[in-house]
């Protein structure tokens, strides 16, 4: 599809674990190609934001490496990590919490820049100033502090602070889910431009997916820790290969009338997202699965590439019909029942 | 037509200036600021405008209040009490006031320190507090100046060690609360340093709760420092000191009771009017964070 460039942050095997049972993020393998927008999405709890913030080595990873611009920066010493950082930088999903009350706009903003590029007070400040118009606000605010702007323009500060050390990569984790509907758009517009024209790598990490499909370049789905769809934006939507992302995307309102949009069947999945600290075995998503057969609860898929770019989590994609028919076989004469309603809501046990 | 506000009408009294200065003060609050900020200036300039001598001994002793030349009287010794009163403001407030610092500045040191890092170095300063904080604190007073001896110096150290624990732990709990909240992460990854993160990001959105504690602390302080000079662990007579006072006056309970009312009414003033100000300043700080 797209011309793949060499990847400018990629993890492999990264896993983070908490209090040495919960294992949040499982072995993930991801490549981030320079200039992409790749968007993280799945329920809460999936372990998508805990990935994001791996990736900055906010999170300690038990295993895995992350390679940042060629520099293994899982390995990095806290004073390397410092430095590194000037590069990597991060939006954060509440617009109030992450930016310090008691400290000036301007003040904030100038922070990384002094910090990471050595630049002088006077010098950070009148950059600050000129992100400040950059974001859409007046420069003449800097002194301002927080809780003087709405969480719009928050966010705007936010953002101008992630780009003022001219960093390459920004995990930017449900930037806009804490905004207002109406300023939402305002926000994803602006960071789109900001991506596009600094030639930004971006991870955005959002449940959304009307978001993700405006904003992203690829899209990779998790659940439960696991990634288990990554695909090209295009093909993601118009046709997903795992069953959880089949689920996810009928969840998504579609517009009436739009021809492009393809109408699909609203598919429910019943459930809650299991216990992390107890994954079942198999296939992590063989409890809430329509297709799942035993091999599914026996045998983990591995995540493998089916076409060029896309790489699906499971035994019986979307992309095979044979399969699938296969496992419907294997069901009937499954002595657990999976029930299956048809119209006009599927319901999968 | 321009409507009235209600303050308009009300004469440009002292509290309404400060009511349009600092929001609304209860009288209670007010009262309380009034009477500290009164006592600071009475210990810094106080002893300026008294002429008489508060160790110089005169030939009427135990003069009774309103005697000419001693408004106050004198005490057995012949001793002006006003001046003795004015000049006893300076010991008791300053010791208060410069133990409070160092116990808020080694407090708030390790309290952040422990905050910030979490894990062994946390555990290890946390014990130590709550080692220290195991003492009752007048007994540990008493044996810190038991150990180096009675004296204005000594009881700044111990009332020092006693009360930097409290503000070690209230800072620990702050700090280790701000470290959940996202700004410390952001400051983090914008390559801000472990001590400017502590001083610059988290310091100041600790002030309310700080602040609150320090003028608790200047009250018990001040209790601590009449009760050691009291028992002749403090300040050493003939210096003039409220708590000394006190204890010196105790054998004339019943022909001169203000020789005992007096100080003791000071100092009972201050600590009070301390607690008040703190609690005023609670209320002010707990409004302002819903803001």
């Known amino acids: ?349 | 037509m321009r409507v009235t506000q209600p303050s308009d009408s009300v004469p440009l009294s002292l509290r309404s200036l400060a009511a349009r200065r600092f929001g609304a003060v209860s009288w209670v609050g007010f009262a309380a600021w009034i009477i500290v900020i009164a006592f600071l200036l009475l210990a810094v300039f106080g002893p300026l405008f008294i002429a008489t001598d508060p160790l110089r001994q005169t030939p009427g002793a135990l003069l009774p209040i309103g005697s000419p030349g001693h408004p106050l009287g004198t005490d057995n010794l012949g001793r002006d009490e006003l001046s003795r009163l004015v000049h006893g403001a300076r010991p008791l407030i300053g010791i208060a006031l410069l133990s409070t610092l160092f116990a808020a500045l080694i407090g708030t040191t390790i309290g952040l320190i422990a905050g910030y890092s979490g894990g062994w170095i946390d555990q290890l300063l946390m014990r130590t507090t709550d080692l220290v904080l195991a003492f009752p604190s007048l007994l540990l007073i008493i044996l810190l100046v038991s150990v180096t001896g009675a004296g204005p110096f000594p009881l700044v150290t111990g009332i020092t060690v006693a009360m930097a624990p409290s503000f070690a732990r209230l800072v620990r709990a702050l700090c280790a609360r701000e470290m959940a909240r996202d700004y410390v992460t952001s400051a983090t990854l914008a390559g801000t340093r472990a001590p400017r993160i502590m001083l610059v990001e988290i310091l100041p959105n600790l002030t309310g709760p700080l602040l609150v504690q320090v003028m608790t602390t200047i009250s018990v302080a001040a209790g601590f420092s009449a009760g050691m000079s009291y028992i002749g662990l403090g300040i050493q007579p003939p210096q003039p000191d409220w708590g000394y006072m006190v204890q010196a006056a105790q054998q004339f309970i019943y022909s001169q009771p203000s020789l005992i009312i007096l100080p003791a009414t000071c100092t009972l003033l201050f600590v009070v009017a301390c607690n008040f100000v703190g609690d005023d300043l609670r209320d002010r700080f707990d409004l302002r964070r819903d803001l």
Do not use: W
Request: charged share 25%; with cysteine.
């Open chain 1, 1 to 349: 599809m797209n011309t793949r460039r060499p990847p400018l942050l990629s993890a492999s095997g990264l896993s983070v674990t908490y209090g040495g049972s919960v294992t949040a993020v499982c072995e993930v393998d991801l490549e981030v190609a320079e200039g992409e927008t790749l968007a993280l999405v799945g329920e809460s709890g999936c372990g998508k934001s805990t990935l994001g913030r791996a990736l900055l080595r906010l999170e300690p990873a038990s295993a895995g490496t992350i390679t940042f611009a060629g520099t293994d920066i899982s390995r990095l010493s806290r004073a390397g990590l410092r430095l590194a950082r000037a590069d990597m930088q991060m939006v954060f999903q509440d617009p109030m919490g992450s930016l310090n009350p008691r400290r000036s706009i301007g003040a904030i903003i100038a922070e990384p820049l002094r910090q990471t590029r050595g630049v002088s007070v006077a010098d950070a400040l009148r950059r600050a100033r000129e992100l400040l118009e950059r974001v859409g606000l007046s420069a003449s605010m800097a002194d301002r502090r927080p809780h003087e702007f709405s969480g719009g323009q928050r966010q705007r500060i936010g953002i101008a602070r992630a780009l003022a050390s001219s960093p390459r990569f920004i995990v930017a984790d449900e930037p806009v889910s804490a905004l207002d509907v109406s300023v939402q758009a305002q926000v994803i517009n602006l960071l789109g431009d900001l991506t596009r024209q600094e030639n930004l790598t971006m991870v955005f990490i959002s449940h959304d997916l009307g978001v993700v499909r405006h904003v992203a370049t690829r899209v990779a789905v998790m659940y439960l820790g696991q990634i288990v769809e990554i695909a090209d934006r295009d093909d993601f939507f118009a046709g997903p290969e795992h069953p959880y992302s089949e689920a996810l995307l009928s969840a998504v309102p579609a517009l009436r009338g739009d021809p492009s949009e393809v109408v699909r069947e609203r598919i429910v999945l019943r459930g809650e997202l299991p216990n992390p600290a107890a994954p079942p075995a198999g296939c992590r998503f063989n409890t809430r699965c329509a297709y799942a057969t035993d091999l599914c609860l026996t045998e983990t898929p591995a995540l493998r590439e089916i076409t060029e770019g896309r790489m699906v989590r499971c035994h019986f994609p979307a992309s095979d019909p044979d399969g699938r028919a296969v496992a419907a076989v294997d069901r009937d004469e499954d002595p657990i029942e999976h029930t299956a309603i048809s119209s006009p809501t599927k319901e999968i046990a």
